[in-house]
T-cell receptor
């Protein structure tokens, strides 16, 4: 079974803090994704990585950066957290090409106070 | 970014009833996926559709890939309380690794 693990289920941070959300997958997938989920807005793509050190902006990259130094790990960074970044963050991974689908982690619920 | 038009937004049904939800798009997709998200968890894939007209079942769930490649529907028969959750459709274009998601259908099942 594919496993996508997000390091924290719940996080509480203060405005202005630098926040790291970590995601690890164990299936040697090339692609990894970070989404943000808000009520009534569905899943919105923040960043996408298709290989180590490679990244592509999604629909809402402002206020976020990412890091992919190893194939299995994809980090989402909030350089200076703000209250409007309070949300559920979901990580996903997939294999390149063919019929492969995205597998999701359990999510990190981040509250910025 | 583009999102799929998913309806209805929410449904309140009695246990045992059948449920139908759908997704439409103004553009063509090569793959349609249906995910379910339980409260407090990440989405889990229910059904994947790869060919226009394809009809696929997974237990009490049935999904179809529309002939025009611009829509898909999901049916749940004889609903049970554990069907509660948010159902998302997602589409994938040829040559892209990214998915486009609907906003979700929140299902509540009353025992």
């Amino acid at each position: 079974d594919v496993k996508v693990t997000q390091s924290s289920r719940y996080l509480v941070k203060r405005t202005g803090e630098k926040v790291f959300l970590e995601c690890v997958q164990d299936m040697d997938h090339e692609n990894m994704f970070w989404y943000r989920q808000d009520p009534g807005l569905g899943l919105r793509l923040i960043y996408f990585s298709y290989d180590v050190k490679m990244k592509e902006k999604g629909d809402i990259p402002e206020g976020y950066s990412v890091s992919r130094e190893k194939k299995e790990r994809f980090s989402l960074i909030l350089e200076s957290a703000s209250t409007n970044q309070t949300s559920m963050y979901l990580c996903a991974s997939s294999r390149t090409g063919g019929r492969d689908i995205q597998y999701f982690g359990a999510g990190t619920r981040l509250s910025v106070l | 970014g583009q999102q799929l038009n998913q309806s209805p937004q929410s449904m309140f049904i009695q246990e045992g009833e059948d449920v139908s939800m759908n997704c439409t798009s103004s553009s063509i997709f090569n793959t349609w996926l249906w995910y379910k998200q339980d409260p407090g968890e990440g989405p889990v894939l229910l059904i994947a559709l790869y060919k226009a007209g394809e009809l696929t079942s997974n237990g009490r769930l049935t999904a179809q890939f529309g002939i025009t490649r611009k829509d898909s529907f999901l049916n749940i028969s004889a609903s049970i309380p554990s069907d509660v959750g948010i159902y998302f459709c997602a589409g994938r274009r040829g040559g892209s690794e990214k998915l486009v998601f609907g906003k979700g259908t929140k299902l509540t099942v009353n025992p």
